[in-house]
């Protein structure tokens, strides 16, 4: 019922910016948690970042904190990834995906609803 679509994902230096957005379509709701995850070639898929329904409340992997910015805009539906000081370590296909619960979850079988994924490359 709920569709997610991933854009802003390209190539970016080491130290650069990228900003990351997440559309939903469908039966969409303010109170849906919604996360970002990312994955790497031969890796498995790792939490990244999350923002609560209701209350917006922010929770980040010890990876990125103080790096990225997860936000929501909710008459858009539409959530947000600002990433910083970028390293190459972050280079992976990363995920928009959502949940019917509003609650903050870090495990990605908890989620409901994935988009197709988008590549961010940073190079050295």
């Known amino acids: 019922q709920v569709q997610l679509v991933e854009s802003g994902g390209g190539l970016v230096q080491a130290g650069g910016s990228l900003r990351l957005s997440c559309a939903a379509s469908?039966?969409?709701?303010?109170?849906?948690?919604m996360g970002w995850f990312r994955q790497a070639p031969g890796k498995e898929r790792e939490f990244v970042a999350a923002i609560s329904g209701y209350t917006s409340i922010t929770y980040y992997a010890d990876s990125v904190k103080g790096r990225f910015t997860i936000s929501r805009d909710n008459a858009k539906n539409t959530v947000y990834l600002q990433m910083n000081s970028l390293k190459p370590e972050d280079t992976a296909v990363y995920y928009c995906a959502g949940r019917n619960s509003a609650l903050v979850v870090t495990t990605s079988g908890q989620y409901d609803y994935w988009g197709q994924g988008t590549q961010v490359t940073v190079s050295s």
């Open positions: 469908g039966r969409t709701n303010s109170r849906y948690g």
